[in-house]
């Protein structure tokens, strides 16, 4: 719930970036990562990749990549297409401070939504690691992005716990991106508490990732 201490160009922004995220944002995620590298290695495709002077790690990198920035873009982009429709209408109706205002939320959507994107990517890929089975990988993504945060919301919504909002990506963006748009906190969850988490997942994810490949390419 977005907070009323908040201004309206930030809520909406915010507003629209929690939409493609668990939308586009999601369907990227399991479509194109979660089901990465369990393809190749279904299909035996190590073979063909390790054969060639392709590393590993350059190999991990490249489906991250790939995923990241298509995260990216479906995200960043209608965020960045509101925020420059809305500095337009807002200097044609002569109130330059809300088209400044409009303007200067640019960075903070460009950093959360690349957050975004880094993070749910890295994670996805990695899940794609541990099965040859498609279906597999793709579902367990979906459970770990989507059973969290609603678990976290009872408890919270029961106890008034925060807490257990660590264990969702969801939440845990969602506070870091409060931080960036300088959002008044509803929780006593702060962006530093999120965001070593998130880098942890993510760290540990290209670990667990990157060590699934290597005995991939020694058995291959």
């Excluded at 793709?138 to 909002?165: D, Y």
């Amino acid at each position: 719930m977005l907070s009323r201490g908040s201004s309206q160009p930030a809520q909406a922004v915010l507003g629209l970036i929690f939409l493609q995220t668990w939308i586009f944002v999601l369907m990227t995620t399991s479509g194109a990562g979660a089901a990465a590298i369990a393809e190749d290695l279904q299909h035996r495709a190590f073979q063909f990749f390790f054969a060639k002077p392709v590393t590993p790690a350059q190999y991990l990198g490249a489906r991250i990549g790939a995923v990241a920035i298509f995260a990216f873009g479906v995200t960043f982009g209608p965020v960045l297409a509101m925020i420059l429709v809305y500095t337009g209408i807002s200097h044609s109706w002569g109130t330059p401070e809300a088209a400044v205002e409009w303007i200067g939320l640019t960075l903070p959507a460009l950093v959360d939504c690349a957050l975004v994107a880094v993070v749910t990517s890295t994670i996805a890929v990695a899940l794609s690691s541990l099965s040859r089975s498609r279906a597999l990988t793709m579902s367990a993504w979906l459970v770990l992005f989507i059973v969290p945060p609603v678990l976290a919301g009872i408890v919270r919504a029961i106890s008034e716990w925060p807490w257990l909002g660590l264990i969702s990506l969801s939440s845990l963006l969602g506070v870091v991106g409060d931080a960036l748009f300088k959002r008044p906190p509803d929780t006593d969850l702060r962006w530093y508490h999120a965001l070593p988490v998130l880098v942890g997942l993510a760290t540990g994810a290209v670990w667990l990732a990157y060590a699934r490949l290597r005995r991939a390419e020694v058995i291959t």
